[in-house]
């Protein structure tokens, strides 16, 4: 990943990667110990981490759409929060069934994807942040 790259670029590719289940775009992205919490569990390492992302619907793809950041970028690389979709679409025909907001704390370190968390409200993602 280059480290001219921004949180915000970082965490779009990373998202598109697991929307698209494609191991190849989201290793490269990763941290080492990084940490995807979902509203089921926790994932920790590369190996769950892909392996969770693998996951899928016979009739759906699952796809995270990055919003915009809910605060301004932390200037020591810490946590951040963004607000974001979780969009349901049917494969057959390509339309949306289901598209629902939802927050994420992200964390960086050295160019990579450290901490994914996602969440339904913001006042968890907001607790979360400040955990």
Known sequence: ?????TPEEI????LEAISDRDAD????LLAPGVSIRTMRGTHEGADAVLAWMRK???HLEKRYVLQEPELESPADGGPMLFS???EYVWRETGEVGDS???FIV??????LLLRLEFYETREEASRALDA
């Open 25 to 28: 775009r989201l290793l490269p």
């Open 11 to 14: 965490a779009g590719l990373a």
């Open 84 to 86: 974001a979709r979780v």
């Open 56 to 58: 899928g619907y016979d």
């Open 106 to 111: 992200l964390e960086i370190a050295g160019g």
């Open 1 to 5: 990943m280059s480290s001219g790259a």
């Open 100 to 102: 629902t907001p939802i």
